[in-house]
């Protein structure tokens, strides 16, 4: 194996690394803009749909399918919490935090392990009626740009795209050391050796 093989598989290897890095840190960085598009509102709750009873053969409502594993489909409840922004305008169902998708509902869990347990379902019902006491109250929401409403907001760290950004100027000097040293071993190679 010649020098300009070992140039070129490592030229192959900075690349195939910095253009991995580079797509991931601009996601993260994308992630990161985001912090800048979320405001605080007040938001007053005008509407909670929870579950009422447990799920049976008459009533299902507030109630959705959830995976409990291989093989195993069960109920899980969920909820809608609506706000009024400011007081003002229609209810706006919420979304429960703005690092999850939305599924449809303010809250729900589409994994329910050992959910065909009924003691694990009655004990999900039970906590999930603790958002009542949200009805007809004022509170901070958080609303971005899309018109989204969410009930809580987790900032997106720095931290990652500011590492992952410094990875990629390594590589980036990485291939530049390596394209000079390819160029020092041109230099001091004699002219009627090179031309062979």
Known sequence: MTKTDGRNIGYACCAIIGFVISIISIICWVEYASNFEISEVQCYVNKVDIPQS???NTYEHMWEKCNCGKYCKAKTPVADIYVQLNGEGE????????KEKDNGYTIYDDKCPDGENIVNTINRFDEIQKYKVYLNTTRTCYEDNNGSVYLFYQEYDIILPAILTGILMF???CLFIIYCSGDETKKNTPEFLSNI
């Open 171 to 173: 590589v980036i000097m």
């Open 91 to 98: 209810s706006i169902r919420t979304k429960y935090i703005n």
């Open 54 to 56: 447990l799920p049976n």
